[in-house]
Structures are given as C-alpha cells and as structure tokens.
T-cell receptor, first 117, second 114 residues
C-alpha cells in the first residue's frame, strides 16, 4: 500500500511569509509525528498526535509553529512569519498503534525541504 | 531528557570491509533502539532495531549490539557494498513513557569505496 506522503516536496518562502506543510499518513495509523531535520543533522522531534489529539508539542521551537490533525488522519504543520533559521527538511512519521506502552515502527515520509530566503 | 551521541560522523571503508557505528544514550528508561538509513534526498528507513531485553540482533550482513549497563549500542555492517553508502542514524525511545518520539543521533555518513 501507499506509504507516508508529504507535500509540497520543496518550498521556497521569503522571510516573513506563512507556509503550510501537509502530511498524509498511512491509512489507519493512529500516531503521527513531525520532526525537523537541519542540514547534516539528525531529525529532531517537534510534535506528536494520537488520532486528532495533540499530546505533545514540546519540540515546537516557537509559537510561530502550529500543527493540527483535525480528523485524525491528514496533518498540517504551519509556520508563520518564516525566518531563515526555519530552513530545514520537515519529516512526518506515522505508526499504527499508540506510541506509549507498545512499540510500533515509525514510517517516515519523504519530507518537505523548506528554504527561507 | 534523553540525549544520543553518535560516532564517527563520517566513515570511509573499502568494499568488503566491515563498518561499525557507535551510539551512547543518557536516559536509562530508554528501551528501544532503532537504526535508520537515509540516502541523499530520501526518507529515513528502518534497517534494524533492538529492544532493551536483548543484547544482540542480526539480520544478514547487519547486526546491532546493546550494552544497557554502559548505555551504548552499536551497528555492525559486514562485507560492505557500495549500495551501503548512506547516512545512518541511531535513535532511542522510551515507549513506555510519556513520549513516544524518537531521539536521534547526529548521523554517520558511510562511504563504501569500490
């Protein structure tokens, strides 16, 4: 079946613009994660959803970052008033079960490469 | 919180040689340790994982070892091939805790020379 998909794959924004990044998880997956991967670094956790509930947003770097998953499937990561330091690859991952108590493999999307000029 | 250190940052080997990548973690509550391979411009893909109740796991040319006492785990690739060239990330997770997210190391760029 289809894996995790993300759109757009590439996004160039001028500093100060708002952007919205979309994630389509694997159908039926309960858990959804967003990670930020700076150039030459490992992915860093941003936020976690269990169905439509955002259970952890401790990794969001500022209040300019906002994520939602209103119907428990597709998720959107929004960045307001983008800054150059927001340039990175934004990865989405999903897993079919709960993230707590029982391990379920996280499947990653291809990422969205955001460049802020 | 958890912190994962990974070494080396780059590794170059000849085809057919072995490659070893090492990681340490700080939180003794972590109980799951996956390894991801990421080719340039592509998504991270799970290649092998180990849980804290196991000391070693092997899958064909890839093996992972875990030392819970010392809080370190390693990836071993034998008989390396050019297609093994990629960036490898280790990660740690406490899937029984309040967070299910993965904490990643900074990655190792492996180059296998033909």
């Amino acid at each position: 079946g289809a894996g995790v998909s993300q759109s757009p794959r590439y996004k160039v924004a001028k500093r100060g613009q708002d952007v919205a990044l979309r994630c389509d998880p694997i159908s039926g997956h309960v858990s959804l994660f967003w990670y930020q991967q700076a150039l030459g670094q490992g992915p860093e956790f941003l936020t976690y959803f269990q169905n439509e509930a955002q259970l952890d947003k401790s990794g969001l770097p500022s209040d300019r970052f906002f994520a939602e998953r209103p119907e428990g499937s597709v998720s959107t990561l929004k960045i307001q008033r983008t800054q150059q330091e927001d340039s990175a690859v934004y990865l989405c991952a999903s897993s079919w079960g709960l993230a707590i108590g029982v391990y379920n493999e996280q499947f990653f999307g291809p990422g969205t490469r955001l460049t802020v000029l | 919180g958890e912190n994962v250190e990974q070494h080396p940052s780059t590794l170059s080997v000849q085809e057919g040689d072995s490659a070893v990548i090492k990681c340490t973690y700080s939180d003794s509550a972590s109980n799951y340790f996956p390894w991801y391979k990421q080719e340039l411009g592509k998504r991270p893909q799970l290649i092998i994982d180990i849980r804290s109740n196991v000391g070693e796991k092997k899958d064909q040319r890839i093996a992972v070892t875990l030392n819970k006492t010392a809080k370190h785990f390693s990836l071993h690739i034998t008989e390396t091939q050019p297609e093994d060239s990629a960036v490898y990330f280790c990660a740690a997770q406490d899937y029984g805790g309040s967070q299910g997210n993965l904490i990643f190391g900074k990655g190792t760029k492996l180059s296998v020379k033909p």
